[in-house]
């Protein structure tokens, strides 16, 4: 889909009513995605309630949606340089998160106004060197969709957790 087809997107901070359906889209999106590319991933009620605990993230970052006619179908998270639970790894980096969009959405560009917004953030308002980000190990065509917006591999970054391997991207901000 062009970004003509887009035109009618808001991108805007989540409100707390936003959060029940930003919850659901997450969940939906993720268990879509990796139901499709990754059979083996399980997701629990623990990371379920994760997914669906927006407020907590709306009370330590920034939470945007992609608003089209009154329905949410669209977010990502930003976390501000040292903010609790942030795994950014370079000193003053924002850290992002939790990107999805309503499933008859995928791969259709609507990723591209939530990262601009959000990237925007990082730089202009809060004037970090970097965003820093984790993909799950495997999922290459998300990888991918990053590289494409300049965000290059960092291994340095990775994380192995009990439950998961992610893999690390960093998109630097010159000057």
């Known amino acids: ?3 003509s087809a887009w035109e009618d997107v808001v991108v805007r901070e989540a409100r707390a009513e936003d959060d029940a359906a930003i919850g659901e889209l997450l969940v939906e999106a993720f268990l879509a995605q990796y139901a ?9 009620e ?3 309630r994760d997914l669906r605990d927006v407020a907590r993230r709306r009370a330590v970052g920034r939470v945007l949606v992609a608003e ?3 329905r ?19 000193p003053g980096a924002a850290d992002l998160r939790q990107l999805a969009t309503a499933v008859e959405f995928h ?17 202009e308002e809060w004037r970090v060197p970097a965003i820093c980000l984790h993909v799950r190990q495997g999922v290459v065509g998300v990888g991918r969709m990053y590289e494409r ?6 291994p340095a970054g990775d994380l192995v ?8 991207y960093v998109l630097r901000f010159n000057g």
């Open 68 to 70: 089209r006619a009154g």
């Open 149 to 154: 917006r300049g965000f290059v591999r960092e």
């Open 161 to 168: 957790l009990p439950t998961v391997s992610l893999e690390a």
């Open 72 to 90: 949410v179908v669209g977010t990502v998270s930003l976390w501000p340089p040292g903010a609790p639970g942030s795994e950014a790894w370079i």
């Open 1 to 3: 889909m062009s970004m």
């Open 107 to 123: 791969g259709q560009g609507l990723s591209r106004p939530l990262l601009e917004a959000a990237e925007r953030i990082a730089r």
């Open 36 to 44: 499709q590319k990754m059979p083996e991933v399980r997701y629990d």
């Open 46 to 48: 623990a990371r379920r």
